[in-house]
């Protein structure tokens, strides 16, 4: 119970982190190729807010999957370090080893990409979000020991890609090396679980029978630890989680794939938002 209680805990200071938590996003916009201007002014493409920005903050200029950002003049325009943006400045995305974060006020915006697609975004959140003071977690179903089941990670040859559909009515692209195989109640399942070369676990997009009562419509998200050396691992279907998408219009949330789709009711982890 304690090391679950650890884990919601964990689990909500993620979705309310600067960047990556959901929950303080105030926008996302999709970038074209070419030139588009940014600042408070109700007339530009971008729209941030007047409390944080001027009315022209700058330009961000796309060619290919590189975003440069331009600071229009007095903009007061800072990087992480707080050190100000004078000149012309190449944005390095969220898929990047080291994102380039901009700062307005307690306005932060960043480029946002996704694997398998060049499609790229301008995404933007508040530091001084209310949500930080006042959100409280999801319901989710008692704590359940059996939900907690091992599986069987079986190789494929070779890995394989999936192009998920993604809740922008885009395309993702995902690397499965092989799947999880398990049984509840004396009945086998399957479960295709994704992971690049860089991932620490499995990462798994899932839709169960729950979906239509109880649980996200869309599906849930679920991570699991590799394998040990004879191939097995532990599902813990107590942590099954909602999708950044289930507390924000601005995500770009990927959809379980067909294979992760289980005739099976979960009664374990995060219940819907009502």
Not at 27 to 33: A, K, M, R, T
Not at 92 to 113: C, I, W
Not at 148 to 159: G, H, M, N, S, T
Request: hydrophobic residues 35%; neutral net charge.
């Amino acid at each position: 119970m304690a090391e679950h209680q650890e884990w919601r805990d964990w689990r909500r200071s993620r979705l309310l982190a600067s960047g990556s938590g959901p929950l303080i996003y105030i926008g996302l916009w999709e970038l074209e190729q070419g030139a588009t201007q940014v600042g408070s002014d109700p007339a530009l493409p971008i729209v941030f807010p007047a409390s944080d920005s001027p009315r022209l903050a700058g330009t961000l200029r796309r060619s290919g999957q590189d975003v440069r950002f331009e600071p229009a003049p007095g903009a007061r325009v800072r990087r992480s370090d707080d050190s100000p943006v004078i000149a012309t400045l190449l944005l390095k995305s969220d898929r990047a080893d080291s994102v380039t974060d901009l700062a307005l006020g307690s306005l932060r915006f960043r480029v946002h990409g996704e694997p398998g697609t060049d499609r790229l975004w301008l995404r933007a959140w508040d530091e001084d979000h209310p949500a930080r003071q006042t959100f409280t977690m999801p319901d989710e179903f008692p704590l359940d020991t059996n939900w907690r089941v091992a599986a069987r990670f079986r190789p494929y040859r070779e890995p394989r890609l999936f192009r998920v559909q993604d809740i922008l009515l885009g395309t993702q692209e995902y690397r499965a090396p092989g799947e999880l195989t398990f049984r509840v109640t004396g009945r086998e399942y399957r479960l295709v679980p994704f992971a690049d070369s860089t991932a620490k676990d499995y990462f798994i997009m899932l839709r169960d029978s729950t979906a239509s009562t109880a649980t996200y419509q869309a599906g849930r998200y679920l991570r699991v630890p590799f394998p040990d050396s004879t191939g097995w691992t532990v599902i813990d279907f107590n942590r099954a989680y909602n999708p950044p998408c289930v507390f924000t219009f601005y995500s770009t949330c990927a959809l379980p794939p067909q294979e992760n789709r289980l005739s099976l009711a979960i009664t374990a982890g995060e219940k819907r938002l009502h």
